[in-house]
């Protein structure tokens, strides 16, 4: 995974973890920034496995190195799927 750069701007992120709980736990904490949104969960209701957030650039990064401190949870950039984006002619 590459590291995450701060600057300016937004972008979308998915935060994922093991433990479901931990991440619970981060969404309820991350619904006190106004400047980070939550725009879905992945996994069961009760037990998500990952987060998808809209937030600045700098606020990932700085997660990004508190996870990798803490080994808890990991951020990485939101990348558009496309069924043939790998496919080359």
């Given at each position: 995974?590459?590291?995450?750069k ?15 709980e931990k ?9 006190e ?5 939550l ?9 998500p ?8 650039h ?9 996870f ?8 990485e950039?939101d990348?558009?799927?496309s ?6 002619q």
């Open positions: 995974m590459q590291a995450l701060g600057g300016p701007g937004r972008g979308r992120y998915l935060v994922s973890g093991g433990d479901s991440l619970i736990e981060f969404i309820d904490q991350a619904s920034d106004p400047s980070v949104s725009l879905d969960t992945i996994g069961p209701q009760q037990s496995h990952t987060a998808v957030f809209d937030m600045p700098d606020t990932a990064a700085t997660l990004a190195q508190r990798k401190n803490d080994g808890s949870l990991k951020i950039p990348s558009p799927l069924l043939f984006s790998s496919w080359q």
